[in-house]
Nanobody, 123 residues
């Protein structure tokens, strides 16, 4: 079993930055791919970013590419999402998740999820 706890969300102005963290426990964290997804009110959950177990491979959605950076620290069992140049359309609940695959952009391939952290970006 894997437990995930996100933190770092909040309310910011457009153009600001936030860093989300996701602390994992329960299994060998370094063996799994990790991902961030988000869900805005009235919309389906969407992929944001993913990182392989080694950190050597990263994937981003087109909407956040060049603004967000995913990273991980396996010694701390933590994955991060650095979000820069935030836009109102980034407003959502952000979830981190663990996949048993090396890396994936599909939420259906992530069996373990955190409870989410809310990000609100005002114009």
């Amino acid at each position: 079993q894997v437990q995930l706890v996100e933190s770092g969300g909040g309310s910011v102005q457009a153009g600001d930055s936030l860093r989300l963290s996701c602390a994992a426990s329960g299994r060998t964290f370094s063996s799994y791919g990790m991902g961030w997804f988000r869900q805005a009110p009235g919309k389906e959950r969407e992929f944001v970013a993913a990182i392989s177990w080694s950190g050597g491979t990263r994937r981003y959605s087109n909407s956040v590419k060049d603004r967000f950076t995913i990273s991980r620290d396996n010694a701390k069992n933590t994955v991060y999402l650095q979000m820069n140049s935030l836009k109102p359309e980034d407003t959502a609940v952000y979830y981190c998740a663990v996949t048993t695959l090396r890396i994936s952009v599909l939420h259906s391939e992530y069996p373990y999820w955190g409870q989410g952290t809310r990000v609100t970006v005002s114009s």
